[in-house]
């Protein structure tokens, strides 16, 4: 699982890095600016975790920009900071961040919610393959097929195959 994280801090960076980095299955790559980080996002992270106050932009500045990007509009965000400010933490969850931890950031709660994080992502990642490969194998049947939701009598299909709508 590729983790980025983006802190200006050279030994809070150090220190998270290696924490995360030391966990089997986790490659992890560190950056002091969000612009570095955005881009390593949007080559292919699995995880992302901000530190709220960088040079270049605020971590929830980066956020909104993540979830602007269809690549990285569902990628799991982790906001750090240690500004203990309640509007902070509002701010970067109307942002889209998915967690948040406050400074000095504990090790073993930082790893539980990168595990907790991933594993969920992994199992949207697999629902969507799911999904798709099903949508595929209706499509290639020819079959009339038709899915209703019998519960919201507003919206009774929710799929209707291309050989039943013809």
Known sequence: ??????????MIL??????????PGYVVQGHVLARDGLEACGAGADLAIFDNRLPDMTGTEAVRLLRATP?????PIIMITGDGDARTRMDSIKAGATDFLEKPVNIDELRLRVRNLLALHEAQKQAERRERLLESVIAASNASIAVANARDPLTPFTFVSDALAA
């Open 1 to 10: 699982m590729r983790i980025v994280i983006v802190e200006d801090h050279p």
């Open 14 to 23: 150090q220190v998270l890095t290696a924490a995360l980095g030391s966990v």
């Open 71 to 75: 690549v990285t509009r569902h990628l």
